[in-house]
């Protein structure tokens, strides 16, 4: 059974770092596209970061140069490391994978992690 489990969110303050886990079980992250997406209140799920399986990484413009994407191939699990975090920053974070192409629309992911809270704020 593919399960993707989260963790490492939290309150942090404008400026601040967090970092994301998400633990795989039941398949082999290296041979899925993986990524993460966030869901703010009132507001579409927007994709945030992804690895493809050749490792090329991709990111929205609002987290690019301050997020980084990473996998652990040996512990089977993905990270999402914030940094610089801003208020606007502040979702539900979701990891997700698929066997399919590397793609940021969200509902082509077969795979998904319960959700993490990231909290920006004073």
């Known amino acids: 059974q593919l399960r993707l489990v989260e963790s490492g969110g939290g309150l942090v303050q404008p400026g601040g770092s967090l970092r994301l886990s998400c633990a795989a079980s039941?398949?082999?992250?290296?041979?899925?596209?993986i990524a993460w997406f966030r869901q703010a209140p009132g507001k579409e799920r927007e994709g945030v970061s992804f690895?493809?399986?050749?490792?090329?990484?991709y990111y929205a413009d609002s987290v690019r140069g301050r997020f980084t994407i990473s996998r652990d191939n040996a512990k089977n699990t993905m990270y999402l490391e914030m940094n610089s975090l801003k208020p606007e920053d502040t979702a539900v974070y979701y990891c997700?994978?698929?066997?399919?192409?590397?793609?940021?629309?969200?509902?082509?992911?077969?795979?998904w992690g319960q959700g993490t809270q990231v909290t920006v704020q004073v």
């Open positions: 997700a994978a698929d066997p399919g192409e590397a793609t940021m629309m969200w509902v082509l992911y077969e795979s």
């Open positions: 690895i493809s399986r050749d490792g090329s990484t």
């Open positions: 039941g398949f082999d992250l290296r041979n899925y596209v």
